[in-house]
């Protein structure tokens, strides 16, 4: 596929749009995370509207980035403590009595 028939979307960001290339069955979540990612840069350019759109950008990703690794963090320990109950009720039945 040439660069001519490559599917594409349109994406905005802070009132500038882009066209990004993207395989249809994708663009539904493509246009999902463009509207996550414009938000999260017209919050930072809403608190400081003379920083310029490539640091909007730098600092949305360092955000989004960190949430990310929150979440990441949580569900790991939340795997840990999982496996720690399965581990305790494995240990629970094999100290059962069989009759």
Do not use: F, W
């Not at 040439?2 to 990004?20: E, F, Q, W």
């Not at 993207?22 to 509207?35: G, H, T, V, W």
């Amino acid at each position: 596929m040439t660069d001519a028939t490559r599917p594409t979307t349109d994406i905005t960001l802070l009132g500038r749009s882009y066209v990004i290339a993207c395989p249809p069955d994708e663009q539904e979540k493509l246009e999902r995370a463009a509207r996550y990612l414009d938000r999260a840069m017209s919050g930072i350019h809403a608190q400081n509207n003379l920083l310029g759109t490539e640091r909007i950008a730098i600092m949305a990703a360092l955000n989004i980035a960190h949430e990310l690794l929150e979440t990441l963090d949580t569900q790991r320990a939340g795997e840990q403590s999982l496996d720690a109950l399965s581990a305790r009720l494995e240990q629970a039945l094999a100290d059962t009595p069989h009759r």
